[in-house]
T-cell receptor
């Protein structure tokens, strides 16, 4: 069993839809929770970062972490065609900063 | 500021050949790592380094060697290429202190082993 599970999709939604992306994990030692966005033929880029449990909002993006359920989510409001990309969740432990464990990625397409 | 630079961007090898994927960063980051990305598998850690002279294995280290003689460079060596090593390889770096969740990735090196 992978330490981080993520439904790979693909997910296809119309412009303006609310998108929900999720990951589950098994290692209770994870303290850092991230969402990366990867455009085709590019390297991943950090989108959202949360330390421990809670919510974080940045414009149209909201990240949620529920450590009791070992479940993290990313919500995209008013989705745009430019949001079309692969979204990867990632997690890390405090003792091994920089060594991240990634989900398989969810491919999202937002059509006009 | 170039960030993380990977070379080559594309490479085709025959089974049994060896090669080195180069990675350089100009951000004075202590931490550097190599991931491979395969369809449906996400990013898997191959090797990482927390500073010059210090390296360690990740999730899928077999068939790969690394060394870290300088802060800037972290080359990945394929000793005897196999078709199973066909993948996209990403190098990443970050600073050791005040971690904010951000790994800085290169644009990837696409390797095909025939």
């Amino acid at each position: 069993q992978k330490e981080v599970e993520q439904d790979p999709g693909p997910l296809s939604v119309p412009e303006g839809a609310i998108v929900s992306l999720n990951c589950t994990y098994s290692n209770s030692a994870f303290q850092y929770f991230m969402w990366y966005r990867q455009y085709s033929r590019k390297g991943p880029e950090l989108l959202m970062y949360t330390y421990s449990s809670g919510n974080k909002e940045d414009g149209r993006f909201t990240a949620q972490v529920d450590k009791s359920s070992k479940y993290i989510s990313l919500f995209i409001r008013d989705s745009q065609p430019s949001d079309s990309a692969t979204y990867l969740c990632a997690m890390g432990r405090g003792s091994t900063l920089g060594r991240l464990y990634f989900g398989r990625g969810t491919q999202l397409t937002v059509w006009p | 500021n170039a960030g993380v630079t990977q070379t080559p961007k594309f490479q085709v090898l025959k089974t049994g050949q060896s090669m080195t994927l180069q990675c350089a960063q100009d951000m004075n980051h202590e931490y550097m790592s190599w991931y491979r990305q395969d369809p449906g598998m996400g990013l898997r850690l191959i090797h990482y380094s927390v500073g010059a002279g210090i390296t360690d294995q990740g999730e899928v280290p077999n068939g790969y060697n690394v060394s870290r003689s300088t802060t800037e460079d972290f080359p990945l060596r394929l000793l005897s290429a196999a078709p199973s090593q066909t993948s996209v390889y990403f190098c990443a770096s970050t600073k050791a202190g005040g971690f904010t969740g951000e790994l800085f990735f290169g644009e990837g090196s696409r390797l095909t082993v025939l």
